[in-house]
Nanobody, 114 residues
Framework: QVQVVESGGGLVQAGGSLRLSCAASKSMFSINAMGWYRQAPGKQRELVADITSGGGTNYADSVKGRFIISRDNAKNTVYLQMNSLKPEDTAVYYC????????WGQGTQVTVSS
């Protein structure tokens, strides 16, 4: 069992920045990948960005050039730096940890006002 805890959401004006954090209760060396997903009202959950144990990253086209995913192995934590935020980035952001199965966090709300 892996506990996943997100933090860092909030309300920001368009053009602003936020940093999300996702802490896992398992060593990063036992984790295959960690990723950020988001779900806006009335829409399906979608991948925002993920990072593998090898350091490879993947981004949704809508956030490329604005968001950066990174990790701190010593803290078992992954970060999502979100810059140049847009109102369409408003959603609940979820962290997912992949080992031999998926573990989800409880989600953190990000609201971008115009």
């Amino acid at each position: 069992q892996v506990q996943v805890v997100e933090s860092g959401g909030g309300l920001v004006q368009a053009g602003g920045s936020l940093r999300l954090s996702c802490a896992a209760s398992k060593s990063m060396f036992s984790i295959n990948a960690m990723g950020w997903y988001r779900q806006a009202p009335g829409k399906q959950r979608e991948l925002v960005a993920d990072i593998t144990s090898g350091g490879g990253t993947n981004y949704a086209d809508s956030v490329k050039g604005r968001f950066i995913i990174s990790r701190d192995n010593a803290k078992n934590t992954v970060y999502l730096q979100m810059n140049s935020l847009k109102p369409e980035d408003t959603a609940v952001y979820y962290c997912r940890v992949t080992t031999t199965r998926f573990y989800w966090g409880q989600g953190t709300q990000v609201t971008v006002s115009s």
